[in-house]
């Protein structure tokens, strides 16, 4: 039976909860235990698919198919644990849950009720799997105070007491601000949050206090004393270069032992963080650097590909050098004059995944800038769309060629569709159907499908193997009837979906790197284990920067 940590924030948002619980689960791992993350969302949206990444961050894909928060990302990037549909809920999802089963009739006539019936359904989804682990993390979203939290904190307090003592712990992750004018870090916002919690029947076990400064010894002794905790279990969270840094930088502040100590488990098994110390030598110690241009929509905020970012930090740690990513805005390639000097400092383009008409001019043209220019280019999902409607237009001569996510555009613009809207396809065996029409919400092809690389292909070399699975999250394919065409123009095919009807890669062999996947491999890299096609992009960017 696991023993469950349930997280929760306070005084601020974006203290880097969802870190903090991910490099727990590494150190946890690295004990010997295994541990399961969960992400507990109090919005109101069913799930983050239709939320805009400019406001909420990228979108990340399990294996399963759920479009979850991109904390899940982080979790699975420290402990290398593939996440779950079951996961991530939010309280969109709960409610339409119990609205679901009352519609049913399942409550026999009762009167549903935040307590129990919502609470219930919290209950029953931290439950799942929980005989398959050792530790089962569940961070709640948000900070406490927030009204639609209240059924969620409700819920794991109640669920903590149904559970026999010492099997359910609470950590709290608060910031300690610093005032430059006395010098002095802050302790007040921490205790009123503590008080928070205590209201609705929370007591922290261990606090987590993110702050600029190491926390002094009086500081946290208040903290202790205010706030009801060991003083071990003050634990201080200071910024750091590389996130990467976070499992041992907790380490050495006591986390893992802090935790531990709050379940009572004596002696602690001694923990083994090669791995990290590892991880953390690479990104400290680079051998060069080389500049990757990222072609994108949402440049504003980088939170709106994380994964991607990371990804390329990986590709960096495989290869040892620093990568230097910079956001450029596609639309600024619209203009013909700009494009050469925006482009010209960097070792490799990457196009990265996206929706919508706005900026794929731009982003055409940063392909086509990186074919000619033998630059190393890497298209995702989109990107790989834009590939290969640039190779459409310009090398096997359809001029207007283009895809029909841009059909009804307000331009009016028709374009012959190389990409096209896949409305019929297999899962698992089974046909699945949708029409344009359809509710937007989930109705994409998602998760993990399986891929045949052809033999011989580079990209089967890169990852030693012809038989791959990766997550996909998107409505349109690339037109597979093109393909004699593309291949008589130097743009080969060279993944397919195993019923040879999608195509999920292409690359031009005659360049020293071009490309392209319909799916996001950037989901699951990790720092221990770099996905080998970013590992690879990164060495081809290394290669380019010794020949300027
Ligand atoms: N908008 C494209 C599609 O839906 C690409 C999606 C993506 O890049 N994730 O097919």
């Not at 609705?200 to 903290?223: F, M, N």
């Not at 033998?374 to 790989?384: S, V």
């Not at 990409?419 to 919400?441: C, T």
Request: with cysteine.
């Amino acid at each position: 039976m696991a023993r469950f940590i349930f997280i929760t924030g306070g005084v601020a948002s974006s203290l880097g909860k969802g870190l903090a619980s991910a490099a727990l689960g590494a150190l946890l791992q690295a004990r010997g235990y295994s541990v399961r993350l969960r992400k507990l969302d109090p919005y109101l949206n069913v799930d983050p698919g239709t939320m805009s990444p400019y406001e909420h961050g990228e979108v990340f894909v399990t294996d399963d198919g759920a479009e979850t928060d991109l904390d899940l990302g982080h979790y699975e990037r420290f402990t290398g644990v593939a996440a779950r549909r079951s996961d991530s809920i939010s309280a969109g999802r709960i409610y339409s849950n119990v609205l679901e089963k009352e519609r049913r009739g399942d409550y026999l006539g009762k009167t549903i009720q935040v307590i129990p019936h919502v609470t219930d359904e919290i209950k029953e989804f931290i439950r799942i799997g929980e005989d398959e682990v050792d530790f089962m993390l569940c961070e709640i979203g948000g900070t406490v105070g927030d009204i639609e939290g209240l059924p969620f904190f409700e819920a794991i307090r109640q669920f903590a007491q149904e559970k026999p003592r010492k099997q359910c712990i609470f950590m709290h992750l608060t910031l300690l601000p610093y005032i430059a004018a006395s010098g002095e870090l802050k302790t007040k916002p921490t205790q009123h949050s503590v008080k928070e919690l205590r209201a609705i029947g929370l007591a922290p076990d261990v606090l987590v206090c993110r702050s600029e400064k190491p926390i002094p010894e009086k500081e946290r002794e208040k903290l202790a004393l205010f706030c009801n905790v060991r003083p071990e279990a003050v634990i201080a969270a200071q910024d750091l270069k590389s996130i990467y840094e976070a499992p041992l930088a907790y380490h050495r502040e006591g986390l893992d032992q802090a935790i531990l100590d709050a379940f009572g488990i004596s002696p602690a098994p001694r923990p083994n963080l090669a791995v990290w110390e590892d991880v953390v030598d690479r990104i400290h110690n680079p051998e060069g650097e080389v500049r990757v241009a990222i072609v994108g929509k949402y440049t504003e905020l980088e939170d709106a590909y994380k994964s991607v970012a990371e990804a390329l930090v990986h590709g960096g740690i495989a290869n040892r050098v620093r990568v230097r990513a910079d956001w450029l805005e596609a639309e600024l390639f619209e203009r013909e004059e700009g494009i050469v000097s925006l482009l010209e400092p960097y070792h490799a383009i990457l196009v990265p995944g996206g929706f919508g008409e706005r900026g794929t001019e731009g982003k055409i043209r940063a392909a086509e800038y990186a074919r000619n220019r033998k630059i190393p280019y890497f298209g995702i999902c989109l990107g790989m769309q834009m590939a290969v409607i640039e190779a459409a237009r310009n090398l096997i001569g359809v001029h207007d060629a283009g895809s029909e996510e841009f059909e009804n555009a307000a331009s009016g613009q028709r374009f012959t569709p190389i990409v096209y809207y896949l409305k019929e396809w297999m899962e698992g065996g089974r046909a699945q159907r949708r029409s344009a029409g359809d509710a937007k919400g989930g109705t994409m092809r998602l998760g993990a499908y399986p891929a045949r690389l052809a033999e011989g292909s580079q990209v089967a070399a890169i990852y030693g193997t012809t038989e791959i699975s990766e997550r996909h999250r998107h409505r349109y394919e690339v037109d597979i009837s093109y393909r004699e065409r593309f291949e008589e123009h130097g743009v080969c095919l060279s993944g397919l979906s195993p019923d040879g009807r999608l195509p999920e890669i292409i690359e031009i062999p005659d360049h020293p790197w071009y490309i392209g996947v319909q799916f996001h491999p950037e989901l699951k890299s990790k720092p221990f284990a770099p996905h080998p096609l970013f590992a690879d992009f990164i060495r081809a960017a290394v290669e380019q920067s010794r020949l300027v």
